[in-house]
């Protein structure tokens, strides 16, 4: 796992490649088309601004021209050379000094005889002398113009015809020449490549594709300039071409129709040289800064290690329930607030813990952190619970047969195992007095089916019996029973006491008739007696279904001059059901109930000998048979020991 120290500098890596990421990506998809688009626009301001100087020149070349066409000078040089064709052109530098931006001048007669030449026309000769004839069929009337094109050049030729008292006399013809020098100078003026390209071919270029021919670009260039213009050869205006591994984007400009095409080319690794720059410098800077943060930060790490590790160290504490434990405080910062919170929890823990320690010495622990967590409140409230009241049988024999010290360790041991079966089953014992012990279910937890949870915590009771006295139970012969009485109904639970000592506890009826019910354990040989509000509670309840198939209610009684009258059932222990669900008993025992209720006592007597005889170890059928054989003696005494329909019991019944 990283430590503390490398998780920030992973952090500030990320943080840092993060910001670098950004001003890359905003390089490489903003400033770089900006850069291309910049690009761009500088060849298609070249290309417009060479074709606006060009028409500017030619305007001011046909202007100068039709000034010239009547010319007297012309004329009478025109007259002058109207002798038989010469063997060589006269000159005309005389002519042209006086017109410095005419140097290149041809002048023919009106059968199209070339008559004079300037001296800059002179080189030209040869070359249109190649040509065929400019006006073979007839010569110019009237100003034209037309452009020529040969190896390495492009001549535009602008006639004027000349008249003399209306007599056609000949034509002045002035040359405009592109070349590679043009070319050359036109590339200085804009700082791109140019060329010429015309009748689908390249004529003219401003030297650079001289360099380039042993890789190909001359044809590679003019494969792809030629399918521009085959897309849109009206306008094919700007794009892009790649030559060699290298994009080249390019501008079109024409003067007129007929004119070649200028094309204005740029490499676009120049101008992304500088982004490149850009990036690398980024790089380095950025480790740089990388390095330089991790340096300074290393003190900050230190610190932020140690107040962590001292909040970490806090927290194993409070795991350990050490609540003594107190956190340092290294600085006055946003960590010390956090130690020193720290501290005040532990403080409170610390309390809090020796209050549920005194409590659980008072209460039992259940009860002590329900109180805690304000589920119960001290100063007394009604709840729905069930109560479960045991006592152990012939606990007198054990007093005086027992000696004190042993009694007492053998009766604690007893509550001990008594105390985690209520315990596993939610419920908690409320006290200890004597032999017996008063434990609540549903107190603090009203949600839970109270009656079901306190019956299956008095079976696990007497099976804890069961090895208690398999293993330390036995005394002299001895062996030890319990009875237990369920009921469930409304208590109030509160602080009872005095002033100066008060004990958290509940009172109320059901409280009282399960200490009946307990009694009434040792009447009827049972040793597991519920109430019938207990019985309806598990009726409610889906989980109770198995249960409640182990139920049986046993009678129907009025304790002493008690007013109050209870329908008891016995809850069967896993063994007993075992035994009678094999023959039909429960049924069969309340078919004889039912007939002792109706005074059948004859059918009555019948049912529950056969059911004795059946079980003979079942006290509650002996003790309804030595009843009914009362009453098919003597049909009267019914009536006086069920006066309210409810059997009496007197302390000597």
């Given at each position: 796992?990283?430590?503390l120290?490398y998780?920030f500098s992973?952090?500030?890596?990320?943080?840092l490649?993060?910001t670098?990421?950004s001003?890359?990506?905003?390089?490489?998809?903003?400033?770089?088309p900006?850069?291309?688009?910049?690009?761009?626009h500088g060849?298609?301001h070249?290309a417009?601004w060479?074709?606006?100087?060009q028409?500017?020149?030619?305007?001011?070349?046909?202007?100068?021209?039709?000034?010239?066409?009547g010319?007297?000078?012309?004329?009478?040089l025109l007259?002058?050379?109207?002798?038989?064709?010469?063997?060589?052109?006269?000159?005309?530098?005389?002519?042209?000094?006086q017109y410095?931006h005419l140097p290149k001048l041809?002048?023919?007669?009106a059968?199209s005889?070339l008559?004079?030449?300037s001296?800059a026309?002179?080189?030209?000769?040869?070359s249109l002398a190649?040509q065929p004839?400019l006006?073979s069929v007839?010569?110019p009337?009237q100003?034209?113009?037309?452009w020529?094109?040969?190896p390495?050049?492009?001549?535009y030729?602008l006639?004027?015809p000349?008249?003399?008292?209306?007599?056609?006399?000949?034509?002045?013809v002035?040359?405009?020449e592109?070349n590679r020098?043009?070319l050359e100078t036109?590339?200085?003026?804009?700082g791109?490549?140019?060329?010429?390209f015309?009748?689908?071919k390249?004529?003219?270029?401003?030297g650079?594709l001289a360099?380039?021919t042993a890789?190909?670009?001359?044809t590679?260039?003019h494969?792809?300039l030629s399918?521009?213009f085959?897309?849109n050869?009206?306008s094919?205006?700007?794009?892009?071409v790649?030559l060699g591994a290298?994009?080249w984007?390019?501008?079109?400009?024409?003067?007129?129709a007929g004119s070649?095409?200028?094309?204005?080319?740029s490499?676009?690794?120049?101008?992304l040289s500088?982004?490149a720059?850009?990036e690398?410098?980024?790089?380095?800077?950025?480790?740089?800064?990388?390095l330089?943060g991790?340096?300074i930060a290393?003190?900050?790490?230190r610190h932020?290690?140690r107040s962590v590790?001292?909040l970490?160290?806090a927290?194993?504490?409070i795991e350990?329930?050490n609540?003594?434990?107190?956190?340092e405080i290294y600085s006055?910062?946003?960590?010390a607030?956090?130690?020193?919170?720290f501290?005040?929890?532990?403080?409170?823990?610390?309390e809090?813990q020796?209050?549920?320690?005194?409590?659980e010495t008072l209460?039992?622990?259940?009860l002590a952190e329900?109180?805690?967590?304000?589920n119960?409140?001290a100063?007394?409230?009604?709840?729905?619970a069930?109560?479960?009241?045991?006592?152990?049988?012939?606990f007198?024999h054990l007093?005086s047969?027992?000696e004190?010290?042993?009694?007492?360790?053998?009766l604690?041991n007893?509550?001990t195992?008594m105390?985690?079966c209520?315990s596993a089953h939610?419920?908690f014992i409320?006290k200890?007095?004597?032999?017996?012990?008063?434990?609540?279910?549903?107190?603090?937890?009203?949600e839970?089916?109270?009656a079901?949870?306190a019956i299956?915590a008095?079976?696990?009771m007497?099976e804890?019996?069961?090895?208690?006295?398999?293993?330390?139970?036995?005394?002299?012969g001895?062996?030890w029973?319990i009875?237990?009485?369920?009921?469930?109904g409304?208590?109030?639970?509160?602080n009872?006491?005095a002033e100066n000592?008060?004990?958290?506890?509940?009172?109320g009826?059901?409280?009282r008739?399960?200490?009946?019910?307990?009694?009434?354990?040792k009447k009827?040989?049972?040793?597991l007696?519920i109430?019938?509000?207990?019985?309806?509670?598990?009726?409610?309840?889906?989980?109770a279904?198995?249960l409640l198939?182990?139920c049986r209610?046993l009678d129907w009684?009025?304790?002493?001059?008690?007013?109050e009258?209870l329908?008891?059932y016995?809850?069967?222990?896993r063994s007993?059901y075992e035994?009678?669900?094999k023959?039909?008993?429960?049924?069969r025992?309340?078919?004889a109930?039912?007939y002792l209720?109706?005074h059948?006592f004859?059918?009555a007597?019948?049912?529950?000998q056969?059911l004795?005889?059946?079980w003979?170890?079942?006290?509650?059928t002996?003790?309804?048979l030595?009843?009914?054989?009362?009453?098919?003696?003597?049909?009267?005494?019914y009536a006086?020991e069920?006066?309210?329909?409810?059997?009496?019991?007197?302390?000597s019944?």
């Open positions: 796992m990283f430590s120290r998780k992973l952090v500030m890596l990320v943080l490649s993060l670098v990421g001003i890359l990506l905003l390089l490489k998809y903003s400033l770089k900006h850069l291309l688009e910049h690009l761009q060849l298609r070249a417009k060479q074709a606006q100087q028409q500017a020149r030619l305007l001011s070349l046909q202007q100068t021209v039709q000034a010239l066409q010319s007297p000078v012309l004329h009478q007259t002058q050379l109207s002798t038989p064709t010469p063997q060589q052109p006269a000159p005309l530098d005389s002519f042209t000094q410095p041809l002048l023919y007669d059968q005889q008559r004079a030449a001296s026309a002179q080189p030209l000769l040869d190649q004839p006006f007839q010569p009337k100003l034209s113009t037309a020529l094109h040969m390495q050049r492009s001549l030729l006639s004027a000349l008249f003399a008292k209306q007599q056609y006399l000949g034509y002045l002035v040359l405009e592109e020098h043009t036109l590339k200085a003026n804009t791109f490549e140019v060329l010429l015309n009748q689908n390249i004529q003219i270029d401003s650079w360099e380039k890789a190909g670009w001359r590679e260039l494969q792809q399918v521009a085959a897309t050869s009206e094919p205006g700007d794009g892009s790649q290298e994009p984007f390019y501008a079109f400009s024409q003067v007129q070649p095409y200028y094309v204005f080319l490499p676009t690794k120049p101008h500088l982004i720059h850009l690398f410098k980024l790089l380095l800077m950025s480790g740089a800064l990388l330089l991790l340096l290393q003190p900050l790490f932020i290690r590790h001292g970490q160290a927290t194993e504490q350990k329930e609540y003594q434990y107190r956190t006055n910062d946003e960590f607030s956090l130690g020193r919170a501290n005040r929890v532990m403080h409170t823990l610390g809090r020796q209050l549920h320690t005194m409590m209460v039992s622990k259940e329900a109180m805690l967590k304000q119960l409140h100063a007394g409230e009604e709840r729905h069930t109560v479960l009241f045991s006592g152990i049988r012939d007198s007093v047969s027992t004190g010290p042993e009694l007492l360790a053998l604690n007893y509550f195992r105390d985690f209520v939610n419920g409320d200890y007095f004597g032999d017996n012990l008063l434990a609540l279910f549903g107190l603090n937890n009203p839970q089916s109270s079901l949870l299956r008095a079976r696990k007497q804890a019996l069961l090895l208690f006295n398999l293993e330390i139970g036995k005394m002299r001895h062996t029973k009875g237990i009485g369920i009921n469930t409304r208590l109030v639970a509160g009872v006491g000592r008060r004990h958290y506890s509940v009172i009826n059901p409280i008739q399960a200490s009946n019910l307990e009694k009434l354990c009827y040989g049972t040793a007696l109430s019938q509000s207990t019985f309806e509670s598990l009726q409610k309840d889906s989980a279904r198995d198939l182990a209610e009684v009025q304790l002493g001059r008690h007013t009258q329908k008891i016995q809850v069967l222990s007993q035994v009678v669900q023959t039909d008993f429960l049924e025992f309340q078919t109930r039912g209720q109706e059948n004859r059918l007597l019948q049912a529950l056969n004795h005889e059946d003979t170890e079942d006290v509650p002996r003790l309804l030595n009843r009914c054989r009362r009453y098919v003696q003597d049909s009267n005494s006086l069920n006066p309210q329909g409810a059997y009496v019991l007197t302390a019944a």
